[in-house]
T-cell receptor, first 110, second 113 residues
Framework: GESVGLHLPTLSVQEGDNSIINCAYSNSASDYFIWYKQESGKGPQFIIDIRSNMDKRQGQRVTVLLNKTVKHLSLQIAATQPGDSAVYFCAEIGNNDMRFGAGTRLTVKP | NAGVTQTPKFRVLKTGQSMTLLCAQDMNHEYMYWYRQDPGMGLRLIHYSVGEGTTAKGEVPDGYNVSRLKKQNFLLGLESAAPSQTSVYFC????????????FGNGTRLTVT
């Protein structure tokens, strides 16, 4: 079946630097994408979403980019802070089905 | 608002034992879901409900049963636990189908020995 994947399982960045977390999807019918943050011992928490009629969406310190041509999604975190350390994963929604990626662990070094 | 509350937070079972996980949401959401999360894998849907009194199978339903007698509650049951059911279980809710983000609880860590 089709699945959502992540390019890197771990990412380590210096505090204050920008972080980029990538996600590849394979279902061309997917039309809605969500990024979640999961801290240790907690449930996934919504960060930002984007629909397929958009290429970019910005939130507070976060930006999601969608490249439908290569079926690629990325999450950019500006000025990464220690509180951003967590597992980040994407979800793709299409045909009334939601699939989750395995996640990327982001570690922020002081 | 508490959001989505799961009980218990931790549980250890012996093979063959049964238990029920409780999920409660106070957001008046129609849709509720049960997922399991295993290392190195994305969340996998066990069962879901589109409204009070309804349930449906997800991707990995075998060995589990669910009930949605009240809109705010969604119960997940394991009739005869197996070691393969060792996992972290998450309940989630949403106001409609997959057109908006899911709201997750903080999970139940289940170990079956």
């Amino acid at each position: 079946g089709e699945s959502v994947g992540l390019h890197l399982p771990t990412l380590s960045v210096q505090e204050g630097d920008n972080s980029i977390i990538n996600c590849a999807y394979s279902n061309s019918a997917s039309d809605y994408f969500i990024w979640y943050k999961q801290e240790s011992g907690k449930g996934p928490q919504f960060i930002i979403d984007i629909r397929s009629n958009m290429d970019k969406r910005q939130g507070q310190r976060v930006t999601v980019l969608l490249n439908k041509t290569v079926k690629h999604l990325s999450l950019q975190i500006a000025a990464t802070q220690p509180g951003d350390s967590a597992v980040y994963f994407c979800a793709e929604i299409g045909n009334n089905d939601m699939r989750f990626g395995a996640g990327t662990r982001l570690t922020v070094k002081p | 608002n508490a959001g989505v509350t799961q009980t218990p937070k931790f549980r250890v079972l012996k093979t063959g034992q049964s238990m029920t996980l409780l999920c409660a949401q106070d957001m008046n959401h129609e849709y509720m879901y049960w997922y399991r999360q295993d290392p190195g894998m994305g969340l996998r849907l066990i069962h879901y409900s589109v409204g009070e009194g309804t349930t449906a199978k997800g991707e990995v339903p075998d060995g589990y049963n669910v009930s949605r007698l009240k809109k705010q509650n969604f119960l997940l049951g394991l009739e005869s636990a197996a070691p393969s059911q060792t996992s972290v279980y998450f309940c989630a809710s949403s106001p409609s189908s997959y057109n908006s983000p899911l709201h997750f609880g903080n999970g139940t860590r289940l170990t079956v020995t």
